[in-house]
């Protein structure tokens, strides 16, 4: 390349980069720096997840499965979308707080344990149309779980945190779960 070729190339950068100098704090036209508080919100849910994989109207169905699933104790392999209700008590009667809508996998050969993948979107009170998402291994067996806490939309925007769950009821036949959420989330 050319000497005047070259210098030409550096000074149409430069002139390129100039504005967003210029700008300071300003990264594009989308995107700006906001200033960092340090307060932030600590909330604390209760609430109840109601997994229905048997009868007429199902909440969570298997959407794919690996070869050997069937073979498998874990049912490694099997892939689950879910939209589940979330209750304020452990009655399926009671109030609705939201749905828990994504996916779990059965993630472990040695173990019943599931990847989730789920966002719980809050459908009434203060947290009406906010989310939270959870991302993490659920080792179903174990009477007490924690899961992380990754982000959220709405009131949880930028959340962090951990969900502990505890099985309140499971029916080994049909695989439907009843499972208590106690979430604690810095936003």
């Known amino acids: 390349m050319a000497k005047e070729e070259y210098v030409s190339r550096m000074l149409v950068m430069l002139i390129m980069i100039m504005p967003l100098v210029a700008q300071g704090s300003r990264l594009h036209s989308w995107a700006n720096r906001l200033e960092e508080t340090g307060k932030d919100k600590v909330t ?65 050969k040695e173990e019943v344990g599931l990847i989730m993948a789920m966002s ?10 906010s989310t939270i998402s959870m991302i993490g291994k659920n080792s179903a067996m174990n009477p007490i ?26 029916d080994p036949k049909t695989g439907d779960a009843i499972v208590g959420y106690n979430v604690t989330i810095m936003h």
């Not at 959407?63 to 879910?82: I, N, R």
């Not at 749905?99 to 472990?108: K, P």
């Open 44 to 108: 604390n849910l209760q609430f109840y997840f109601h997994d229905t994989l048997s009868g007429k109207n199902p909440t969570a169905v298997k959407v794919a499965q690996g070869t050997d699933t069937d073979k498998s104790p874990t049912l490694f392999g099997a892939v689950f979308m879910v939209d589940d209700a979330l209750t304020e008590t452990a009655d399926p009667k009671s109030k609705l707080v939201g749905r828990a809508q994504g996916l779990y996998g059965s993630s472990c």
């Open 145 to 170: 779980r924690e899961m992380p806490i990754v982000g959220g939309t709405g009131m949880f925007r930028m959340a962090r945190g951990y969900a502990i769950a505890r099985t309140n009821w499971f």
């Open 120 to 129: 719980f979107c809050f459908e009434d009170g203060p947290y009406k149309d």
